[in-house]
């Protein structure tokens, strides 16, 4: 994993809530490396309604998460941060490979919930095209790697890269400087 995407992990969740306090908010930054993407996507749960409501959900006796609600809540969250989230390399839907799943949670419910996926895709030196489709809103980043960002269909490039925010339902799609 590149270092940019690495301190990007480590600030990205925080950052990327820290404008939208009091809801839930996902975001996704992608980076070219080599022959795959490194993909972060990261979700984070509010305190409040919106955390109360998941927990409910999954502490069925009300006692405090173990060890198998808890898996099971990094699961929903999981399945909740890549519903809808579509990466396609050209004309091709890429799947993220080798996906490392972190979650913060805290007991208070002063404290938000927030997961972290990180993984690849697929990326030969021959694709310059590429898009991200989502269902729902997300916050999107495209970092410029190893290959420029040097076309969008919408945003505006600034150091190779591309920032912009995508809606309900939305598409974005760019292109990489060839090697």
């Not at 940019?4 to 480590?10: D, E, S």
């Not at 809530?17 to 009091?22: E, I, K, R, T, V």
């Not at 989230?85 to 890429?94: F, Q, R, S």
């Not at 912009?164 to 990489?176: C, F, H, Q």
Request: no cysteine.
């Amino acid at each position: 994993m590149s270092l940019k995407l690495i301190i990007l992990a480590a600030f990205f969740v925080p950052l990327a809530a820290f404008a939208h306090d009091s809801r839930v908010t996902r975001a996704v930054a992608i980076e070219a490396a080599g022959d795959h993407l490194e993909v972060l996507v990261s979700l984070r749960i509010p305190a409040g309604p919106q955390r109360e409501m998941i927990l409910a959900g999954i502490d069925v006796r009300h006692d405090g998460l173990d060890a198998s609600e808890t898996r099971a809540l990094e699961k929903a969250l999981a399945t909740r941060a890549l519903n809808g989230l579509a990466l396609m390399v050209g004309t091709a839907t890429v799947t993220l490979q080798g996906a490392d799943l972190k979650m913060r949670f805290l007991p208070s419910a002063k404290e938000p919930i927030d997961l972290v996926i990180l993984g690849r895709a697929p990326l030969s030196s021959a694709s310059l095209s590429l898009a991200v489709k989502v269902g729902d809103g997300v916050d999107l980043s495209v970092l410029a790697g190893t290959r420029a960002v040097v076309k969008v269909s919408r945003g505006t490039i600034a150091r190779g890269g591309v920032k912009t925010v995508l809606g309900a339902p939305d598409r974005v799609s760019w292109e990489l400087h060839a090697h």
